[in-house]
């Protein structure tokens, strides 16, 4: 079995990168104290080669992650009996760019004067480098027309594309009430094998709205797949593919290459007061679009103090908090006042619910600080936490949410790119802004 290569965003050295900047603080510390520069542009050194091995040409780190093979002493693969997974690389491309050379964000720094030389807009690209062969397609429940498609679909991708397809029990077992015919499609047994099921997949197609997405993304405790949303909800965020051209785009993405967005997710630790330490938590729930604090059934306030990179944020008092990804700014933190944001732009949003306080405004805050939320032992009632809209968790006084940025992202296919998908998003699932255009016979300036 051969070592699957791609390349994933610097997000996952941002530890290690961390660490390489103490170790350095603490070499030019040293310096200063007994003169030893010669150790410390070693040091500098070794952190500028580490930055090349971690970080790929067009500002990507590149990753090798062995998944159908194990290595031996010899730094060989060793083959088993699974089925040989796809790979892909991504990489930036930049809109209307036609060779191969990528423009990048160029710093310079001139008499005392920071100026930013060359600015690109970029677009993540993912180009196989082998043929997919695993498809899993996951679907809304108790919904005719999704379950029409789903057949039709499974039809399609079998005798045309060749490939082998999962699909849920549930699924699964409808296909056959309906025809012997589809006893090839493949399904799992407990969560064990869900939890092997990124090495066998190659793509996920999700018939449905926004929240199949977040199912499917749920399924995936580590990395996920490239996703393939098609509309078959009522509002779509996240959904940007149409089901009538469900053959021309499965053949399209197929071929590659094709853009893609990553979607952030949350990574929760529920942290009890009896723990002796931090280490000792409750297993992560990864979150795709928000975590929610809030009062539940209680008449009283929330009261919770946050803190972010252990610096004391402030105390909720209202109804609740919401922690979101930038994905999720158009759910429920955008009900509760806080602002859209692009889907691409790493950050955590800080968005109360219902404060009582006047100047208590949403924040966006960077996508590598750990944020807190803990209930104090003053506190009048119990708050409740739940994740992506489940999983509901009761945090007692004492009780600690600790969130922060997951290292897997959720790549998601895009129909035409990032920005226009996004744009298209908020104008057709929210109206936004629309207005009848002023007309233009009237008072004039001279």
């Not at 990395?223 to 996240?238: A, H, I, K, Q, Y």
């Not at 409750?282 to 610096?311: K, M, Q």
């Not at 897997?408 to 629309?434: E, K, M, R, Y």
Request: charged letters at 25%; hydrophobic letters at 35%; glycine letters at 6%.
């Amino acid at each position: 079995m051969g070592m699957i290569r791609f390349m994933l965003p610097c997000l996952f050295c941002l530890e290690n990168c961390k660490e390489r900047d103490r170790k350095i603080s603490e070499e030019q510390s040293h310096r200063e104290n007994n003169g030893d520069d010669e150790r410390t542009e070693n040091l500098a050194s070794r952190s500028n080669e580490q930055s090349e091995q971690c970080c790929g040409s067009n500002g990507i780190c590149s990753h090798e992650v062995l998944r159908d093979g194990d290595r031996d002493s010899a730094s060989k693969v060793v083959p088993n009996k699974c089925a040989r997974k796809a790979s892909f690389k991504l990489s930036w491309c930049c809109k209307g760019d036609q060779s191969d050379q990528h423009k990048h964000d160029i710093v310079s720094f001139e008499r005392g004067n920071i100026t930013t030389a060359e600015r690109s807009s970029k677009q993540i690209s993912l180009k196989w480098e082998s043929q997919p062969q695993t498809v899993i397609i996951l679907t809304k429940p108790n919904s005719t027309s999704v379950r029409i498609l789903c057949a039709e679909m499974v039809r399609w991708l079998r005798e045309q594309k060749k490939l082998d397809i999962y699909v849920e029990p549930r699924v699964r077992a409808e296909l056959l009430t309906e025809s012997s015919y589809y006893n090839f499609v493949h399904t799992w047994k407990g969560e064990t094998e869900i939890m092997l099921l990124h090495t066998k997949v190659d793509l996920v197609v999700t018939l449905g709205g926004d929240g199949t997405v977040l199912w499917a993304a749920s399924m995936f405790k580590g990395p996920v797949p490239p996703v393939v949303p098609f509309s078959l909800g009522s509002l779509g965020f996240m959904t940007p593919f149409h089901s009538e051209r469900y053959q021309e785009y499965l053949d399209s993405i197929l071929k590659g290459p094709i853009s893609i967005t990553l979607r952030h997710r949350l990574q929760c630790h529920v942290i009890r007061e009896a723990a002796k330490n931090e280490y000792e938590t409750e297993g992560p729930i990864l979150v795709l679009n928000e975590v929610t604090i809030d009062r539940g059934i209680s008449s009283y306030l929330t009261n919770l103090e946050c803190y972010c990179d252990n610096s004391f944020v402030t105390c909720v008092q209202g109804d609740g908090l919401i922690l979101s990804t930038t994905s999720g700014s158009t759910a429920y933190s955008l009900a509760a006042g806080g602002s859209m944001v692009h889907p691409q732009v790493p950050g955590i949003l800080f968005t109360p619910i219902c404060p009582h306080s006047l100047s208590f405004r949403p924040l966006i805050l960077p996508e590598h600080v750990t944020l807190r939320v803990q209930v104090p032992f003053n506190s009048r009632s119990h708050a409740w936490a739940s994740f992506d809209g489940k999983d509901r968790k009761r945090l007692a006084a004492g009780d600690a949410l600790v969130c922060s940025m997951a290292p897997w992202p959720v790549p998601t296919a895009c129909q035409v790119d990032s920005t226009s998908d996004f744009l298209n998003s908020i104008h057709d699932g929210l109206h936004w802004n629309l207005r009848k255009t002023q007309s233009f016979d009237g008072p004039r300036d001279a």
